[in-house]
């Protein structure tokens, strides 16, 4: 089945602690993205890779990091954890950067205390 | 930079009845505008997709039209039914000092009272 598979699905964790979100598709796409939504604030962009070794920065990259290695795979990385991070993390896939539709995973619900 | 806005934020028909989704973007230099759909609890699936050299597209009860010019997109949906319940989202990619970037508006909940 063609799917976008995120772990964990909920996380919670302790300000300055190192986490990592995975992101994997088996579609063979070549964009990948992640997303963070917050209440009353919607979805943003946080960091977007065309390619494989190709990322970007999006809306709100600031607090995280990202890396592309295969094509398959694209982790978001939170190096140092804050609160204000807390929230419903989306990564996305499609088969080139723009002119096809979005595959979403389900989502990952983080929670810095 | 760009700016998406959907209106309304909350919509409740009766089953049965049409109706229309807006979204408003500020930039027309857009690449593609695309509708999700997103149930509670659940990630976004893609309804349509449409191409800024087009006008509109369908898929089954729906339609979604672009006029780019205008900044503007709706999305029509015919016979409403209960199972439709959910929020739907707009999005614009577009360029932005040579990135690639993909703006949200922030949805409008979508209730179908049978």
């Not at chain 1, 890779?49 to 990385?77: A, C, H, Q, W």
């Not at chain 2, 149930?39 to 699936?45: A, E, H, N, S, V």
Request: with cysteine; hydrophobic share 30%; proline share 5%.
């Amino acid at each position: 089945e063609a799917q976008v598979t995120q772990n964990p699905r909920y996380l919670i964790t302790v300000t300055g602690k190192k986490l990592t979100v995975t992101c994997s598709q088996n579609m063979n796409h070549e964009y990948m993205s992640w997303y963070r939504q917050d209440p009353g604030l919607g979805l943003r962009q946080i960091y977007y890779s065309m390619n494989v070794e190709v990322t970007d920065k999006g809306d709100v990259p600031e607090g995280y990091k990202v890396s592309r290695k295969e094509k398959r795979n694209f982790p978001l990385i939170l190096e140092s954890p804050s609160p204000n991070q807390t929230s419903l993390y989306f990564c996305a896939s499609s088969l080139t950067v723009m002119n096809e539709k979005l595959f979403f995973g389900s989502g990952t619900q983080l929670s810095v205390l | 930079k760009q700016e998406v806005t959907q209106i309304p934020a909350a919509l409740s028909v009766p089953e049965g009845e049409n109706l229309v989704l807006n979204c408003s973007f500020t930039d027309s230099a857009i690449y593609n505008l695309q509708w999700f759909r997103q149930d509670p609890g659940k990630g976004l699936t893609s309804l349509l997709l449409i191409q800024s050299s087009q006008r509109e597209q369908t898929s089954g009860r729906l339609n979604a039209s672009l006029d780019k010019s205008s900044g503007r997109s709706t999305l029509y949906i015919a016979a409403s039914q209960p199972g439709d319940s959910a929020t739907y989202l707009c999005a614009v990619y577009y360029s932005g000092a040579g990135s690639y970037q993909l703006t949200f508006g922030k949805g409008t909940k979508l209730s179908v009272i049978p």
